[in-house]
């Protein structure tokens, strides 16, 4: 059995694939939105936040012979144990790793407190989307200058709760949107700064940063982590050249 590590819409395009070529799979996910996806597939679904030691439990469980890590590219701590996990049990582990876009006139950073010191030197309205995790670290700027777009479900609105964000702050929308949508949204509420994070093109990038750019604003891009993978592949298909 393949093991799919997803809830992303990669995640159910692999799934789609794998599933096509007659090959039995296990989807794993944290979120109820992600469990959601993955039973589009029409195969088995494991919602659950994995630890090493359950990681290992799902390998015995299920007789997993390659694990396919289609996890968001800031899930940097799920790749990372799923690595150490298949190197110990000695199963293969493929990376599925979105391509990088990079975007003229953009400004790119390393990490989070990189991006506080620049913005703590501006002025206007911020928008993050960055997911509702890391909310809380913009607490180090005047809140009321924040407007976080996250996924309408009640773990992400609870996060921006908690960081201090009233309702009027708080965008809950399921992307992807198109270009003009995005403007609409920068204008709405008078964004000066946009916040993304560098997570592909299947993470609407490309709609959001180019409207932005557009209408004159200030976009911080924070880089992906850094992470040497056994095998990594930026196209569906090439996961069958590796498949037993």
């Not at 590219?73 to 690595?83: G, T």
């Not at 953009?106 to 913005?119: E, F, K, Q, T």
Request: proline share 3%; net charge neutral; with cysteine.
């Amino acid at each position: 059995m393949i093991w799919v590590i997803g809830g992303t819409s990669d995640a159910i395009k692999i799934a789609d694939l794998l599933v096509l070529h007659g090959q039995t799979l296990l989807v794993s996910t944290t979120t109820e939105y992600g469990s959601h996806l993955a039973g589009r597939a029409g195969v088995e679904v494991l919602q659950k936040k994995l630890e090493p030691s359950d990681m290992l439990a799902v390998i015995g469980k299920y007789g997993i012979q390659t694990v396919v890590d289609a996890s968001h590219p800031f899930a940097q701590v799920v790749s990372h144990n799923a690595m150490a996990i298949c190197d110990e049990s000695g199963i293969t582990y493929i990376r599925y790793e979105r391509q990088n876009l990079q975007f003229e006139g953009a400004n790119y950073y390393s990490d989070y407190p990189r991006l506080m010191d620049v913005l703590k030197q501006t002025t206007g309205n911020v928008l993050l989307t960055i997911g509702s995790k890391n909310i809380g670290m913009f607490r180090v700027l005047d809140i009321s200058r924040l407007v976080a777009r996250v996924l309408p479900v009640k773990e992400s609105i609870d996060a921006c709760e908690n960081a201090g964000l009233k309702a009027h702050q708080i965008i809950a929308m399921k992307g992807r949107m198109s270009k003009a949508c995005n403007k609409a949204l920068l204008q709405e509420y008078n964004i000066m700064h946009l916040v993304t994070k560098d997570s592909g093109e299947a993470g609407g990038m490309t709609e959001k940063v180019n409207a932005a750019l557009e209408l004159g604003l200030a976009v911080h891009i924070l880089n992906r982590p850094i992470i040497h993978y056994p095998i990594c592949i930026d196209a569906y298909h090439q996961i069958l050249n590796y498949l037993p």
